[in-house]
C-alpha cells in the first residue's frame, strides 16, 4: 500500500508511545536512582508515585492516539509491507488494553512494596511493554509478527510475575508461567511455519485466500496447533494449568493485569485467526471450539467450588469466563452476533474483575507476604470492617454470577447467550447456564464470608485491626469499575452499539 | 371485544407514570436511608415507614384510577431500552397483576412496622426491603420479557441478604439453597426466552422484539419447541411457587429467615411464580400447557395432601406454617392450571388471601419468638389466658387461613374447587382433603398453644400484643373480613382480566395449531371460539357478575367443554 512513512507511523502511534514511554521510565529510573541517596524518605515515597502517574500518563496519551488513528484509518489501513492492520477493531482493542492496563497500574500504585515489588520503574516499564506487544498482538496482519508481539508482551509478563523478587511463590508463578508460556509458543510457531508450508505465506489475509476449499491434513494439523498456542493464554481448559498457581502467585497487581489485559488481547487474535484466516475451514474449527468452551466452563467452575484462596478462585473463574467467550466465537452474525457480545463481555468482563482485585489489594495488601494472604478468612467479617470495600466486591461478585445489580455481568451473558441460540447452539447454552449457576455457589460463599461471617479477630476479642486506608488511586479504580459494571448494565447500548459498529467492518486487510 | 385485540389501550394511560413511580419510589427510598447515620434507629426506620408509605399512597392512587370493566393492560408505559436488542422498558398492569402490586406495597409499610426486632444493621435490612419492593413491583409490571427476567432476577440479591444476615442459625445454608435453586430454574427460563425471541425474528424479518404481546402475536413453533420451552418457564415457575418436589427450599427459607422476610417470601415472592404461569407460560406456551396441566394439577394436589401432612408433624410453629404454605399454593396451582375463569380467578384471589392471612401468622409467629425465643409447640400451651389479644388475632388468622366463611380465605378456596371440580374432578376431590387436613393442623396448633393449661413458669411473663405489633396486624385483619364480606370489588377487577387471558391463551393455541396446519382441529377449535367469544362479550359488558356467575359458567362448560 502506498502510504508515506509518516502515516504510517501515525497509524501505530499508541505502540510508539508506549514503547518511547517505557524507555523514557527506564531512564528516569537510572538518573532518579542515583539521586536518591540523597534524598528522604518521603522523597522516595513521592518518586515512586511519580512513576505510577507518568505511566498512567503514558497509557492516557497512548489512548488519544489509538482513538485518532481509528479516525484516520477507517474501515482499514495496512502498514509497513501489511504487516500491521489498522481497523476499527484493532484500534477498539487497542483502546480497551490501554484502558485495562491504566486500571492495573492504578490498582497497585502506593501498594507496589506491600505486594513485595522492589524496583518500580522497572515494574511500570515492563507493564508498558507487555502492553506494547498486547497492542502489536491485536493489529497484527502477518504471522510472524503476531508471534513475535506475543512474545514481546510473555517475557514482560514473565519478569513482571517473578516480580516481587523475595517471595518464593512469585518467583515460582514466573518459572512455571515461562516454562509453559514458551511451551505453547512453540506449538504456535509450528502451527504457523506449517500453514507457511501449506500455503506459501504468513499473511493472513493471503493464507484465508490460499486454504479456501483448499483442506489438507497438515492445514488442520497447523490449525491445531496455532489453536492450542492462543487459548493457552485465554486460559481454556485443558491448557489452563498454569493459570491458577501463576494467578495466586504472582503480584495481585500483575494476577489483574493478567486475567484483564492479557486475556483480551488473546480472546481478540483468536478471534481474528479463527474468523478471518480460518473462515474457510470452519467445519474443521467449530468442533474444537464446541469441545473447548464446554471443557472450559464446566472445568473452571467446578474446580472453582473448592477454592479457599480468594485469587485462586478467581483464576478458575477466569477461565470460566473464558469458556463463555468461546461460546460466542462460534457465532458470528452481524450487529447482534458474537463479536459485538464478546467485545461487550470483554469490557465488562474486565471492569468486574479489575475491581474484585482492587478490592482484594485493598484488604490483604499488608499481608502479600504471607502464604495464605488471600485465604476466604481475610473476608471475613469485612462488612463491619469496611462496609464500602464489601458493598463494592459483592456487587463485582454478583456481577460476575450474572445477577442484578451487577447488571454488566447478566447483560454480558445475555448478548453472548442470545448470539449462540441465534447461530443454534441451544446445547452449549443450556452447558453455559447451568455452568452460570454453579458458578453462583462460590461468588455468593465471597458474600457469606464478608457478610455472614464474624471476622477472626473479632472472635478472640482482639481489637479489630483497621484496614489500611486505601489510595486514591485504588479508590479511582473502584469507582470506575464499579460505575462502569451498573451503567453499562442500565444502558448497554452505549457499548455495544459500539462495539456492533466496529464488528460491521471485521475482516482482514 | 376480542382479547386478542386488547394488545394496548393507550387511551387509559395517565400522563402520569404511575408505575415507574411505584416500582422506583423504594429503590430511591432505600438510596435514601443511607443519608441518615445508622445510629439513628427510630430516624431510619421512619424514613423508611415514608418511602414505603408514599408507595402505597400512590399505588391507591392508581387503584383508583383503574378501569376494572377494561381487560386491558393499563398505565402502559413503553420506551426502548435496549434497541439494537429490540428489548423495551415495557410496563403494565391488568386485573391480574393490579391485586398482587397492591398486596405488595400494602405488606411492605407492614413490614417496617414489624422491624422492630431486627435487632442488628436496620438500616441494611430496611435498605434490602426496599430494593426487594423495587424488584418484585417490576417483575408484576414488565411486559418486556427481558425486563422482566432482569427484575426476576433481581429479587434474589436483597433476599439473599435478609435471609442471609439477618436470619436465624442455620441462615447461610438455607439462604444459598434459596438462591442456587431459584437461580437453577431461572437461567433455563433465559434459554428459553432468548430462543422464542430467535424464533420470532425468524419468522418476521429478523425483527427483534422481547415484548410480550408482540411474541404472542406471531410465534410459531413446533410442538416440541413448545414442549421444552413450556418447560423451561414451568421449572423456573415451579421452583419459586413452590410445587412439589421442588419445594424443599421453602421450609428452609422460612425457617431460618427474619419475620419480615418470612412474611414478604409468603406474601409476595411465592406468587410470582404463580404470577409467570398466568403471565408468561401459559400465553405463550399454550398447547403444551395443556398438555402439562393435568401433570402439574397432580403435583399441586401431592403437594396439597403432602404439605398438610408434613404440617401435621411439625414440632416448631414457623415450620408449621411454611409447610402450610406449600399446601395452600397447591390449591393456588390447582386454580390455574384448571384453566377456566372462575379457578383461574379463584387463584389469583387466593393469592392475595394468603398473602394476608400467611403473612399475618408469620408476624404472630414472630411475636411469640420475640418473646421466648423459642417456636417449639410444645413450650406453649394456655396462652389465651394470658395474652388474649394475640389469641384472638391468631384465632381470627387461624380461620382465615383453613378457609372459614366470612373469612378471605373462604371465597378463594371455594372458586378455584367449583372452577377447577368441573375440570379435574377426581383430583378436586382429593385436595378437598386437604382443605380438611388444614383445619386440623392449623386448630390443633391452636388448641396445644393457646387452650389448655398454663405454664406459669415458662410463659406467665409473657406480654401481650404491643402497639407496634397491633399496628401491624389490624390492617391485615381488616383486609380479612373485607375480602370475606365483599369479594365483589376485588373480583370485578380480576375477571374481565381473567377471561381475556384465557381467551389470548386459546387464540393463541388457535394459531399455533394452524401453523402447524392441522386443519381439521383448528376448524374445531374454531368453532367453539365463537360461542367463547359470545360469553367473553358478556363478562366484558359487566352483565355476569361473579356470585350469581354460576349458571353462565356452566353453560360455558357446556358448550366448550375443556377448550383445548
Known amino acids: 500500500m502506498n502510504t508515506s512513512l509518516g502515516l504510517q507511523m501515525f497509524l501505530v502511534s499508541p505502540l510508539i508511545v508506549v514503547v518511547l514511554g517505557a524507555l523514557l521510565l527506564l531512564l528516569w529510573e537510572a538518573f532518579s536512582s542515583r539521586a536518591k541517596a540523597t534524598v528522604s524518605q518521603t522523597g522516595e515515597c513521592v518518586g515512586q508515585d511519580c512513576a505510577g502517574w507518568m505511566t498512567v500518563g503514558i497509557l492516557v496519551v497512548a489512548a488519544f492516539f489509538g482513538a485518532a488513528t481509528g479516525g484516520l484509518a477507517g474501515p482499514g489501513q495496512t502498514a509497513f509491507s501489511g504487516f500491521v492492520y489498522v481497523d476499527p477493531f484493532s484500534t477498539f482493542m487497542g483502546v480497551v488494553l490501554l484502558f485495562g492496563s491504566m486500571l492495573a497500574v492504578l490498582l497497585g500504585m502506593g501498594k507496589l512494596s506491600a505486594q513485595g515489588i522492589e524496583a518500580k520503574s522497572e515494574f511500570y516499564a515492563l507493564v508498558l511493554f507487555a502492553t506494547a506487544g498486547a497492542l502489536m498482538f491485536v493489529a497484527a496482519a502477518e504471522l510472524v509478527t503476531l508471534f513475535v508481539s506475543l512474545e514481546i508482551m510473555s517475557l514482560a509478563l514473565y519478569a513482571l510475575c517473578g516480580s516481587a523478587l523475595r517471595l518464593r511463590r512469585s518467583a515460582e508463578s514466573a518459572l512455571k508461567y515461562f516454562l509453559l508460556g514458551s511451551f505453547s509458543s512453540a506449538f504456535l510457531l509450528y502451527g504457523i511455519a506449517l500453514l507457511y508450508g501449506v500455503t506459501g505465506t504468513t499473511f493472513i489475509s493471503a493464507v484465508s485466500r490460499e486454504i479456501a476449499g483448499n483442506a489438507s491434513p497438515i492445514l488442520m494439523l497447523s490449525l491445531g496447533l496455532m489453536l492450542v498456542g492462543l487459548v493457552f493464554k485465554i486460559g481454556a481448559v485443558p491448557f489452563h494449568f498454569w493459570a491458577p498457581d501463576v494467578y495466586q502467585g504472582a503480584p495481585t497487581s500483575v494476577t489483574a493485569y493478567m486475567a484483564c489485559v492479557i486475556k483480551a488481547a488473546a480472546v481478540a487474535v483468536t478471534l481474528r485467526v479463527l474468523w478471518v484466516a480460518f473462515e474457510d475451514v470452519q467445519q474443521f474449527w467449530i468442533g474444537a471450539v464446541w469441545t473447548l468452551a464446554v471443557l472450559t466452563m464446566c472445568g473452571g467452575n467446578l474446580i472453582a467450588l473448592r477454592q479457599r484462596s480468594v485469587k485462586r478462585m478467581l483464576a478458575y473463574s477466569s477461565i470460566a469466563h473464558a469458556g463463555y467467550m468461546m461460546i460466542a466465537f462460534l457465532a458470528p452474525g452481524d450487529t447482534n452476533g458474537g463479536g ?39 473476608f471475613y467479617g469485612l462488612s463491619e470492617r469496611a462496609p464500602l470495600l464489601a458493598a463494592l466486591m459483592a456487587l463485582f461478585m454478583l456481577s460476575l ?74 479508590l479511582s479504580v473502584l469507582g470506575v469499575c464499579s460505575l462502569g459494571v451498573v451503567l453499562f448494565g442500565l444502558f448497554p447500548g452505549l457499548l455495544h452499539d459500539s462495539a456492533a459498529a466496529v464488528m460491521l467492518g471485521f475482516a482482514g486487510p | ?138 417483575t408484576l409490571v414488565a411486559l418486556d420479557l427481558f425486563l422482566f427476567y432482569v427484575f426476576w432476577e433481581l429479587m434474589l440479591a436483597p433476599m439473599y441478604f435478609i435471609i442471609g444476615i439477618w436470619g436465624g442459625k442455620r441462615s447461610i445454608y438455607a439462604t444459598l439453597k434459596f438462591v442456587l435453586y431459584t437461580v437453577v430454574g431461572s437461567v433455563l427460563m433465559l434459554v428459553a426466552i432468548l430462543y422464542v425471541v430467535w424464533q420470532h425474528a425468524q419468522q418476521h424479518d429478523g425483527e427483534i422484539t ?28 415451579g421452583i419459586k411457587v413452590p410445587i412439589f418436589p421442588f419445594h424443599t427450599w421453602l421450609p428452609d427459607a422460612h425457617v431460618e429467615a427474619p419475620t419480615g422476610g418470612s412474611v414478604v417470601l409468603a406474601g409476595i415472592l411465592l406468587k410470582m411464580g404463580l404470577y409467570g404461569f398466568i403471565r408468561f407460560a401459559y400465553p405463550l406456551f ?121 373469612t378471605n380465605g373462604f371465597i378463594g378456596e371455594f372458586l378455584i374447587l367449583t372452577g377447577s371440580f368441573q375440570v379435574f374432578p377426581v383430583l378436586t376431590a382429593i385436595s378437598t382433603l386437604g382443605v380438611i387436613l388444614g383445619a386440623v393442623y392449623m386448630l390443633t396448633l391452636y388448641l396445644r398453644t393457646m387452650f389448655g393449661e398454663l405454664d406459669t413458669a415458662r410463659n406467665g411473663n409473657l406480654k401481650d400484643v404491643n402497639r407496634h405489633e397491633l399496628a401491624a396486624l389490624v390492617p391485615l385483619l381488616v383486609l380479612v373480613f373485607v375480602i370475606g364480606l365483599f369479594p365483589q370489588p376485588f373480583l370485578r377487577a380480576i375477571e374481565p382480566s381473567v377471561a381475556a387471558w384465557k381467551g389470548a391463551v386459546q387464540m393463541r393455541a388457535d394459531s399455533l395449531l394452524a401453523s402447524r396446519g392441522s386443519a381439521q382441529r383448528f376448524a374445531k377449535e374454531l368453532d367453539s371460539h365463537e360461542v367463547k367469544l ?27 367443554g375443556r377448550e383445548f
Open chain 2, 286 to 406: 399454550p398447547l403444551a400447557a395443556e398438555l402439562f396441566a393435568p401433570y402439574l394439577a397432580g403435583l399441586a394436589v401431592i403437594g396439597i395432601v403432602y404439605g398438610s401432612l408434613v404440617a401435621w408433624a411439625q414440632h416448631d410453629i414457623k415450620k408449621l406454617v411454611a409447610y402450610s404454605s406449600v399446601a395452600h399454593l397447591g390449591f393456588c396451582v390447582l386454580g390455574v392450571v384448571a384453566f377456566n375463569v372462575i379457578a383461574t380467578s379463584g387463584a389469583v384471589l387466593q393469592m392475595i388471601n394468603h398473602g394476608i392471612s400467611t403473612g399475618a401468622l408469620f408476624l404472630l409467629v414472630g411475636v411469640l419468638y420475640d418473646r421466648r425465643h423459642t417456636r417449639e409447640i410444645s413450650e406453649y400451651g394456655g396462652l389465651a389466658a394470658q395474652v388474649p389479644v394475640f389469641a384472638f388475632l391468631f384465632l381470627v388468622f387461624t380461620l382465615s387461613s383453613i378457609a372459614l366463611p366470612l
Open chain 1, 401 to 474: 454470577a450474572g445477577i442484578p445489580p451487577g447488571l454488566a455481568g447478566l447483560l454480558g451473558k445475555f448478548y453472548i447467550f442470545g448470539a449462540a441460540i441465534r447461530a443454534d447452539y441451544v446445547g452449549l447454552v443450556i452447558i453455559a447456564v447451568l455452568n452460570s449457576a454453579v458458578s453462583c455457589y462460590y461468588y455468593l460463599r465471597v458474600i457469606v464470608a464478608m457478610y455472614f461471617m464474624k471476622s477472626e479477630a473479632g472472635d478472640k476479642a482482639e481489637p479489630v485491626e483497621a484496614l489500611p486506608a486505601l489510595t486514591p488511586a485504588l
Open chain 2, 1 to 138: 371485544m376480542l382479547p386478542g385485540d386488547v394488545i394496548m389501550d393507550t387511551t387509559v394511560a395517565a400522563n402520569f407514570p404511575f408505575l415507574s413511580t411505584i416500582v422506583f419510589l423504594p429503590l430511591i427510598g432505600a438510596a435514601l436511608l443511607y443519608l441518615f447515620p445508622s445510629s439513628k434507629v427510630e430516624t431510619v426506620r421512619s424514613a423508611a415507614l415514608g418511602a414505603s408509605l408514599v408507595t402505597f399512597g400512590i399505588s391507591l392512587m392508581m387503584l383508583l384510577g383503574f378501569d376494572s370493566s377494561i381487560s386491558a393492560y393499563q398505565f402502559v408505559e413503553n420506551v426502548a431500552w435496549i434497541p439494537s436488542f429490540g428489548v423495551r422498558y415495557q410496563l403494565g398492569v391488568d386485573g391480574i397483576s393490579l391485586w398482587l402490586v397492591m398486596l405488595t406495597t400494602f405488606l411492605m409499610p407492614i413490614i417496617v412496622v414489624a422491624s422492630r426486632s431486627v435487632t442488628t444493621k436496620l438500616r441494611g435490612y430496611l435498605a434490602a426491603m426496599l430494593v426487594l419492593e423495587t424488584a418484585m413491583l417490576g
Open chain 2, 210 to 237: 422481547f415484548a410480550l404481546q408482540q411474541l404472542l402475536l406471531g410465534t410459531n413453533l413446533s410442538f416440541t419447541e413448545e414442549f421444552w420451552l413450556f418447560a423451561a418457564f414451568a421449572l423456573a415457575f
Open chain 1, 340 to 378: 459485538a457480545a464478546i467485545l461487550y463481555y470483554l469490557i465488562g468482563y474486565t471492569l468486574m474483575t479489575m475491581g474484585a482485585f482492587a478490592v482484594i489489594l485493598g484488604v490483604t495488601s499488608e499481608g502479600e507476604s504471607e502464604r495464605d494472604h488471600d485465604h476466604i478468612s481475610k
Open chain 2, 534 to 560: 359470545a360469553a367473553l362479550e358478556q363478562l366484558d359488558s359487566g352483565s355476569v357478575k361473579l356470585l350469581d356467575y354460576q349458571p353462565a359458567a356452566r353453560s360455558d362448560r357446556q358448550s366448550l
